[in-house]
């Protein structure tokens, strides 16, 4: 997935429970789900870190979460008000209300930057890694051969 309608740093809730996370990061698990990290919040505004059976994992926050249960929001004013709002139905409904509805963010991960690093070649250390190769077990007498050899060039 390239386009993800979520981003890090955004605010979301669950509709109808109206429970309240920042994402910290967002990935994709199956082909086409969308997966976050959510750092939950209290109604009060208190960070709760994980709330489902830690089992060995993070602490901090809940992984993987499936984003077909959460919508952006704007960031919220906490406390967590309660609010009217429109059921669908011609009638309001008395709720928890986060805050107003987002449209997805439309996010692309950054490309990541190669990590190649250049070493230029040199036959000394070549060789040293030959004679490694080759059956050699002591470490030191081949460094101290390696160093010597590279001090007297000098």
């Known amino acids: ?5 979520f981003k890090p740093g955004d605010w979301v809730a669950e509709p109808g429970t109206e429970r ?3 994402v910290k990061s967002v990935y994709e698990g199956a082909p086409g789900e969308v997966l976050l990290d959510l750092v939950i919040f209290s109604d009060k505004g208190d960070k709760l870190g994980r709330t489902s059976p830690i089992c060995g994992g993070p602490r901090t926050f809940e992984p993987a979460c499936s ?4 919508e952006r929001i704007e960031e919220p004013r906490f406390p967590i008000q309660m609010k009217w709002v429109p059921n669908g139905k011609g009638g309001s409904t008395l709720q928890r209300w986060a805050g107003k ?3 997805p963010a439309n996010w692309r991960k950054p490309a990541r930057r190669a990590g190649i690093i ?3 070649p040199d036959d000394e250390f070549r060789k040293a890694l030959e004679t490694i190769a080759a059956g050699h077990n002591d470490a030191r007498a081949l460094a101290a051969e390696v160093l010597a ?6």
């Open 1 to 5: 997935m390239e386009v993800f309608p």
């Open 20 to 22: 309240v996370a920042k």
């Open 67 to 70: 984003a077909q249960w959460w």
């Open 101 to 103: 509805r987002l449209p």
């Open 118 to 120: 250049l070493i230029p």
């Open 149 to 154: 050899r590279r001090a007297s060039r000098r």
